[in-house]
């Protein structure tokens, strides 16, 4: 932040050309560079009236829980980077219930909710709601990335209004349609925002597989879309749909979902069972080597070998038996003659 | 008799028309049925205690269970409910829905009833109702659905092209991220021309200079990177590169080092047998005569000592081959025995090796075949030089004798 007290859209230090906003009517821009050159106070560049065209007043609180990691608090400031229409706080006591989270909300004039909770240190849930009456819903975070990974080569105008896309799939399930006005009225950015910027130059993707909503944000580089992602990353695991805020009667349960306790339990059994099979195996090996064997006293191959011929007397030698005479057979011919003669 | 059965506190005994009368309900009584068929009917009481008449009882028949309707559930769920006594279903009710035909005869067991989901779709539908604004326009949501954009790849390949995101694997890492990486671009193919028609812009001018998500330095990180990565990738391909030309160069070497050490080989034996007395002809030359006649000319001028127009007469057969193969004869010649400082003491030892190292013998000298002709004609004018070098180097004292009279 500058030093000098800057009058709202006036110039900076520098001196330079600011940014140049685009306007729905742009014959403005050119009486007011020229004015610049003139004055010392200059009226802002932008007309005044576009700024009362901020209807959309969504603003989403973004906070979390004690004992978040330090993924997840850079996703949280990532989430905060890209969109300008968020407002953080600081972390919620655990021992306080989740419908204080209203009140907070109401404190800072937001309207939506986005709250991360930290189980365990491993598991991240994050609850997405609209705040005073509207419906809330659940998730489980899984595959973080965040914007700092140095594979997410993308970048784009801080603040700048995403595209949101979505997979068919979302206006199958009434479920699923209520997620994605969710999503759409939490994530999209309000046009003419102050904070933000006139662009769209990035794009948000929702897509279910597996019974999962995987978010991804990619770069628009060309207009013939070729992209690069941006990040943040992150898939949700819908645990459950409540009508309230934080509260309230269940309006849908994923049948699919697996508490992450569950998961790893399954996985601890799996291994155990393993084991105490093998156990189970080397006991009963055991037992079998301290049975009482019965004692086979007929050998049932002893007759194998046995071939009918009558016996012959034991006839023990007493003489040397004669040595054998060996002839030198002296008519071989001589090598070289052989190979001549071959 | 006491039961002794895992869901003991469910049981009962209920009552079943065994006579073809009909039994009333109020008439509770339990049948014991023994082997031979015979049967006693008693009384039972109808309290904590009940028992169980079942085939592994040596029994006939088996005693009607009561099924678990609705209401026993909710003993089950409610954990701890462990006493029979506080069990709801009394034994009233039990005939009470015995009579109304909600029990059947035979060995019923208890159920657990599936966990019920929630899945209130009509509270989902209405409240997405109540919580749509519908007054936004797109261009406040900016919002699209759409399948992904066609997969060129793919289709050129010729495999199906899988638009739905049912189809895709999630544990293909790849195909995943292609396929949202395609939602992304059929989102922005779509909505390019709607947002042009609304008048915003997606490109930003060259000059407009506005914070970014990522800062300079991260950027500078990322491309640093990138470049590594690039590096090391090409000196991988180097690296792949020069190790295959090495095998191959040595496959190539090794061949050559065989193919002479047969040759060697070969003719080593031929002379052998020669010497021996074996064979009197000198066919095995033959082959070296037709070469040797190229290069012997060319090998004869060029260990003259010092003759450098022999050494330029002595090329002209194959004079432009002989150019070809690098360094000239010559200038090897003269490399060996001047190069590197000169000639070294301890060159010429009789070791092992160099008794063994026949690779200065020369078939055309020893027997002097070919030489004599050749050098004689065509090197005649230069004299008494060529004879000297040419023919068939004499012993030690005639060369003595030759030296004290030249």
């Avoid at chain 1, 685009?22 to 821009?29: D, I, R």
């Avoid at chain 2, 003259?304 to 050494?311: P, Y």
């Avoid at chain 2, 010559?330 to 490399?335: A, L, N, Q």
Wanted: one cysteine or more; a positive charge; aromatic letters at 8%.
């Amino acid at each position: 932040m500058s030093a000098l007290k800057r009058k709202r859209g006036g110039k900076g230090p520098g001196g330079k050309a600011k940014k140049v906003k685009l306007v729905e009517n742009g014959n403005k821009p050119q009486t007011t560079e020229m004015e610049q050159n003139k004055e010392i106070t200059v009226p802002p560049p932008v007309d005044i009236t576009t700024w009362t065209n901020w209807r959309n007043k969504e603003r989403v609180l973004v906070f979390s829980s004690r004992g978040i990691n330090f993924r997840t608090r850079h996703l949280m400031q990532d989430l905060r980077t890209m969109m300008p229409h968020t407002k953080a706080d600081t972390k919620m006591d655990r021992k306080d219930k989740l419908f204080v989270i209203n009140e907070v909300c109401e404190i800072k004039n937001c309207n939506k909710c986005l709250f991360f909770e930290a189980k365990k240190k491993q598991d991240l849930y994050m609850w997405v709601a609209n705040v005073p009456h509207g419906p809330s819903a659940k998730f489980l975070v899984q595959n973080v990335h965040t914007l700092a990974e140095l594979k997410m080569t993308g970048n784009c105008l801080k603040g700048s209004r995403p595209l949101l896309s979505f997979d068919p799939q979302f206006d199958t399930e009434p479920h699923y349609a209520l997620l994605k006005e969710l999503f759409i009225q939490t994530f999209s950015t309000p046009q003419y925002h102050p904070r933000s910027q006139p662009f769209v130059d990035h794009v948000f993707t929702f897509t279910i597989t597996d019974n999962r909503i995987w978010f991804r944000n990619y770069q628009i580089i060309e207009e013939d879309a070729s992209m690069v992602e941006i990040g943040p990353r992150f898939v949700l695991n819908l645990i459950k749909i409540f009508q309230g805020s934080f509260g309230g009667p269940t309006l849908f349960e994923n049948p699919h979902f697996e508490s992450p306790n569950t998961h790893r339990r399954v996985i601890r059994m799996a291994t155990a069972s393993r084991l105490r099979e093998k156990q189970m195996v080397k006991e009963l090996q055991k037992l079998k080597r301290t049975e009482n064997k019965e004692a086979v006293t007929r050998d049932v191959t002893d007759d194998v070998f046995a071939t009918p011929a009558e016996e012959r007397p034991v006839h023990i030698e007493l003489e040397a038996p004669a040595a054998k005479v060996v002839k030198k057979n002296k008519h071989k011919a001589f090598k070289r003659q052989r190979k001549q003669n071959r | 008799m006491r039961a002794v059965d895992s869901c003991k506190r469910k049981l009962r005994i209920g009552t079943f028309d065994y006579f073809g009368a009909g039994v009333s309900p109020e008439d509770i009584f339990g049948v014991l049925f023994t082997d031979d068929n015979s049967f006693s009917c008693e009384p039972l009481h109808v309290s904590t205690d009940f028992m169980v008449f079942g085939p592994q009882n040596h029994c006939l028949y088996p005693i009607i269970l009561v099924n678990n309707t609705m209401d026993i559930i909710e003993d089950d769920e409610q954990l701890g409910e462990t006493s029979e006594q506080d069990s709801e279903l009394s034994d009233g009710e039990l005939q009470d829905a015995f009579a109304k035909g909600l029990l059947k005869p035979g060995l019923n067991f208890t159920t657990q009833e599936p966990k019920k989901i929630v899945n209130n779709v009509e509270g989902l539908k209405q409240c997405l109702a109540d919580f749509r604004k519908n007054t936004l326009p797109w261009i406040e949501r900016l919002d699209m659905v759409n399948l992904p954009a066609d997969d060129i790849v793919a289709k050129s390949e010729g495999r199906l092209d899988n638009k739905a995101s049912e189809d895709i694997n999630p544990d293909d890492d790849f195909q995943r991220e292609m396929f949202f990486y395609r939602q992304a671009q059929e989102a922005v193919l779509e909505a390019m021309p709607r947002l042009l028609k609304l008048k915003i812009a997606t490109k930003r001018p060259e000059d407009y200079f506005a914070e970014m998500a990522k800062s300079d330095q991260q950027m500078q990180k990322i491309r640093k990177k990138l470049i590594t990565k690039q590096i090391m990738m090409e000196k991988s391909e180097k690296a792949k590169k020069l190790r295959e030309q090495r095998k191959y160069g040595k496959k190539v070497q090794v061949e050559v080092i065989q193919k002479r050490q047969r040759e060697k080989k070969a003719m080593m034996s031929s002379v052998k047998r020669y010497q021996k007395g074996m064979t009197d002809k000198l066919d095995f030359l033959e082959g070296d005569q037709k070469t040797a006649k190229g290069g012997a000319p060319a090998k004869g001028g060029a260990p003259a000592k010092g003759g450098a127009g022999k050494g330029s007469g002595g090329q002209t057969p194959d004079k432009k081959a002989m150019n070809k193969k690098g360094p000239n004869a010559k200038r090897k010649y003269k490399d060996q025995r001047f190069g590197f400082g000169g000639k070294k003491s301890g060159t010429k030892w009789n070791t092992k090796d160099s008794h063994n190292d026949v690779s200065g013998f020369r078939a055309k000298v020893a027997h002097g075949k070919g030489g004599k002709g050749g050098k004689g004609g065509k090197a005649g004018p230069g004299g008494r030089g060529p004879a000297k070098g040419g023919a068939k180097r004499l012993g030690k004292n005639a060369r003595k004798k030759m030296k004290g009279r030249s």
